[in-house]
Every structure is written in C-alpha cells, then in structure tokens.
C-alpha cells in the first residue's frame, strides 16, 4: 500500500506565509492610531497608539508611553476616572502583549 504523496515544501510555505501574515498584521496594530484627539479649547492635539500618545500642546511635544502613564498614577498625579482610563489602557497594552506572545 502506497503512502499519499504530500508535498512536505508547499506545506511549509503555506505555515510560513501564515505566520508572517500574523506577525505583520499585530505589529501594524501596534503602532497604527487609535484615538485622534484634541486638548481642551484647541489647545492641543494627540494621537494615541497602543503603546504610546503623542501630544502637541502650547508648552510643546510630548512623548507619553504606557509605562510612564503608569508611574504618573502611582506617584498621584493623576488620580480619579483619570486614573482609570488609563489602568484600563495599561491593562489592555499588557493583554495584547500577551495574546502576541502566545500566538507566537
């Protein structure tokens, strides 16, 4: 009895295809826009990524990431629903980091 002939090479192809189909489309998830904003009385506008916000306002560029949003919340200075967006933000950052670590 013959064995089917499977062509071990198309086959890898077709996973390698696959898996860099994946890993493209999460690393243009995380750094595409997600959120287009605007500072207060147009003082300011922001676009915010999945790992970091930048923001242009009158006392000029910001570069903000997850992490540092996150130290500012320990030291207090942001504090309240404030606060909450942003723990809910950060929660979110380490859950997409999580799911690409496991698909990988």
Known sequence: MKSPNINTQNLNQNLMR????????????FFAPINFYIIG???????QTIFFRFQITDIGPSFI????????????????????????WTTGVFFIIFCLISIL
Do not use: C, P, W
């Open 41 to 47: 009385n147009s003082r300011g506008f922001g676009i």
């Open 65 to 88: 990431t997850f992490i540092r949003d996150f130290q500012l919340i320990l030291e207090d200075y942001i504090h309240g629903i404030t606060a909450m967006s942003y723990i809910a």
């Open 18 to 29: 696959k898996v860099v189909a994946q890993i493209s489309l999460a690393l243009f998830f």
